[in-house]
């Protein structure tokens, strides 16, 4: 079947280490979006892509980069980790035209 | 500022009565609403959606009713069951120079009492 995964599904780290999340979908979908989601806050769009070496920052893009080389993956980097990073990230995708994104599992991020 | 309101953080409904949970949003270009449920550690789950052309959508036990004069979205969800117990979602989407995104609010932790 196809799915979206992510890895780590868990990650502790140090202030200002670089650290990237995986992002990889099998639904070969177009669209792919990273979202943070912090208590009151709901889920805030960080970075998104619409096809390979498209990138595109979302409202909460600070501190964070994205790349898309191919269809099926979508890395998040967070460049010089800040313990406000401390989250849960939520990677979906979504087909061309359709209406609906389709999210992996998490990564519970820790900033300490 | 928050485009898209869930303003019950939480909600406590008996098995086997209607829970109803509640989004408001401020931006008349939404064209597109969406609800999400989410279980602890798991990604979210797509339930239910509607147009804005339409002011109902019905699949099984969940109902979506849209009041676009109110700005103004509501799931229904009946007869309630204990495995509907999750933080739910709504999400409005908007089309801006054919940039597609969704605008999430809170979210609203459902439980349901046996």
């Known amino acids: 079947d196809a799915e979206i995964t992510q890895s780590p599904r868990h990650k502790i780290t140090e202030t200002g280490r670089q650290v990237t999340l995986a992002c990889h979908q099998t639904?070969?979908?177009?669209?792919m979006f990273w979202y943070r989601q912090d208590l009151g806050h709901g889920l805030r769009l960080i970075h998104y892509?619409?096809?390979?070496?498209?990138?595109n920052k979302g409202e909460v893009s600070d501190g964070y980069s994205v790349s898309r080389s191919n269809t099926e993956d979508l890395p998040l980097t967070l460049e010089s980790a800040a313990s406000s990073q401390t989250s849960v990230y939520f990677c979906?995708?979504?087909?061309?035209?359709?209406?609906?994104?389709?999210f992996g599992p998490g990564t519970r991020l820790t900033v300490l | 500022d928050q485009q898209v309101k869930q303003n019950s953080p939480s909600l406590s409904v008996q098995e086997g009565r209607i829970s109803i949970l509640n989004c408001d949003y401020t931006?008349?270009?939404?064209?597109?609403f969406l609800w999400y449920k989410k279980y602890p550690a798991e990604g979210p789950t797509f339930l239910i959606s509607?147009?804005?052309?339409?002011d109902k959508n019905e699949d099984g036990r969940f109902t979506v009713f849209l009041n676009k004069s109110a700005k103004h979205l509501s799931l229904h969800i009946v007869p309630s069951q204990p495995g509907d117990s999750a933080v739910y979602f709504c999400?409005?989407?908007?089309?801006?120079?054919?940039?597609?995104?969704?605008?999430f609010g809170q979210g609203t932790r459902l439980t349901i009492n046996p």
């Open positions: 979906a995708s979504r087909a061309g035209g359709g209406d609906t994104q389709y």
């Open positions: 639904w070969n979908h177009n669209n």
């Open positions: 892509s619409y096809g390979v070496q498209d990138t």
């Open positions: 931006n008349s270009m939404f064209d597109y």
């Open positions: 509607i147009s804005s052309i339409k």
């Open positions: 999400a409005a989407r908007s089309i801006i120079q054919g940039a597609q995104k969704l605008v």
